[in-house]
């Protein structure tokens, strides 16, 4: 499954974005989808997941503000992130795998990945 990710850019803080992330070549029906960022310096971090069943998993830092939600007839995979903080700050990158259990969605290996889109929190 090939991937791209769109919607990031620049906002001030308490802002809000929605990330997209358009599948191609196989539904994305029986995948976990999920959203990683990393920022300049950083090591990739996960930030949320959707399972196939419709179960989410978070990073503590994003609960509550972000919200990861899927469109299997659209292929599609959203990010919402409301309230917006400098820290959120990074290249956003959106991952598939197939196989995943629900308990496992954090911490699954995703061995398909989308092309980054830069998100700027910043006045």
């Known amino acids: 499954v090939q991937l791209q990710a769109s919607g990031g850019g620049l906002v001030q803080p308490g802002g809000s974005l929605r990330l997209s992330c358009a599948a191609s070549g196989r539904s994305i029906r029986t995948y976990a989808m999920a959203w990683f960022r990393q920022a300049l310096g950083k090591e990739r971090e996960f930030v949320a997941a959707i399972h196939r069943s419709g179960g989410t998993a978070y990073v503590d830092m994003v609960k509550g503000r972000f919200t990861i939600s899927r469109n299997n007839g659209e292929n599609k995979v959203y990010l919402q992130m409301n309230s917006l903080k400098p820290e959120d700050t990074a290249v956003y990158y959106c991952?598939?795998?197939?196989?995943?259990?629900?308990?496992?969605?954090?911490?699954?290996?995703?061995?398909?990945w989308g092309q980054g889109t830069q998100v700027t929190v910043s006045s």
């Open positions: 991952a598939a795998q197939d196989g995943v259990i629900l308990s496992n969605l954090r911490h699954s290996g995703y061995n398909n």
